[in-house]
């Protein structure tokens, strides 16, 4: 999943959004933004999805997704280089 098709998704997806702090991943502070969806059948049958975005460089580092408490889905981003 690009950064852009997580940005689409969650704009696209009917539900509650909230941030508070994150876990630290790899040495580095997050903040976590979560998506509880209306309902899980437009999203992929998720009721849950957190990104996890770097304090330092705000960008993604980590996405999850949930069905219940149930971690189903783990998305790790690294090494990451943005050109000019």
Not at 11 to 38: F, M, Y
Not at 73 to 79: A, E, G, T, V
Request: glycine letters at 4%.
């Amino acid at each position: 999943m690009s950064f852009a098709a997580f940005i689409a998704h969650s704009r696209g997806t009917p539900g509650i959004v909230s941030q508070a702090a994150g876990p630290t991943i790899l040495d580095i502070p997050t903040e976590a933004v979560t998506l509880v969806p209306t309902s899980s059948a437009t999203d992929t049958g998720f009721t849950r999805e957190v990104i996890a975005i770097s304090v330092i460089t705000h960008l993604p580092l980590r996405v999850l997704a949930y069905e219940q408490d149930t971690l189903v889905r783990q998305i790790d981003f690294s090494n990451i280089q943005l050109e000019r």
